[in-house]
């Protein structure tokens, strides 16, 4: 089973909707990130947190909110999608124990807004 | 600012050598990733070098020059399936492990 899951993994809605897009790891990571991916822009984090109690704005968190459900969870929401944000969706995890602070990526999920 | 460079796209023969170069000015470095994304993949873990040097993995070398703000990955003896992009990621100071990413290098191997 992967360790970081992302759901939905496609997604298609129309301008104005609401859309949750949905992250759960198994690694016991405390630290999470949500991360947009465009054509030529490389990877830009929305949102990162360190824990249930800790949220951070990335560079481009307007239009986006997040949800630190658990530890193990953290969800990314679109209050009312518009054409722009449609891109590649990552989330993933980072530890600090052992030295290791790479960050393990989930599958993604493709978000398009018509 | 931040601001991380790297070439847009490179081309190389199969069981050719290719050196992606990246440069980056950040207000704060704890480290450079590179990472390596097939198309509508994630980004899989290539290296990490937090110190000056050459880091040699298998086919995969890393190099790392703080004072220049310089970093490289060398890819050796490629093969069809190192046709990718390559993500060079600086590691920013704090707590966090935040990281900021080039826009990437598409590589193309031919035949």
């Known amino acids: 089973d992967a360790d970081v899951t992302q759901t939905p993994r496609n997604r298609i809605t129309k301008t104005g909707k609401r859309i949750m897009l949905e992250c759960s790891q198994t690694?016991?990571?405390?630290?999470m990130y949500w991360y947009r991916q465009d054509p030529g822009l490389g990877l830009r984090l929305i949102y990162y947190s360190f824990d249930v109690k800790d949220i951070n704005k990335g560079e481009i968190s307007d239009g986006y909110s997040v949800s630190r459900q658990a530890q193990a969870k953290f969800s990314l929401s679109l209050e009312s999608a518009i054409p722009n944000q449609t891109a590649l969706y990552f989330c993933?995890?980072?530890?600090?124990?052992?030295?290791?602070?790479?960050?393990?990526f989930g599958p993604g999920t493709r978000l398009t807004v018509l | 600012g931040q601001n991380i460079d790297q070439p847009t796209e490179m081309t190389a023969t199969e069981g050719a050598i290719v050196q992606i170069n990246c440069t980056y000015q950040t207000s704060g470095f704890n480290g450079l990733f590179w990472y390596q994304q097939h198309a509508g993949e994630a980004p899989t873990f290539l290296s990490y070098n937090v110190l000056d040097g050459l880091e040699e993995k298998g086919r995969f070398s890393s190099f790392l020059s703080r004072s220049k703000g310089y970093s490289y990955l060398l890819l050796k003896e490629l093969q069809m399936k190192d046709s990718a992009s390559y993500l060079c990621?600086?590691?920013?100071?704090?707590?966090?492990?935040?990281?900021?990413f080039g826009a990437g290098t598409r590589l193309a191997v031919h035949p």
């Open positions: 990621a600086v590691v920013l100071s704090g707590g966090y492990n935040k990281l900021i």
């Open positions: 690694k016991g990571h405390d630290r």
């Open positions: 993933a995890t980072s530890d600090l124990g052992g030295g290791r602070i790479e960050q393990f």
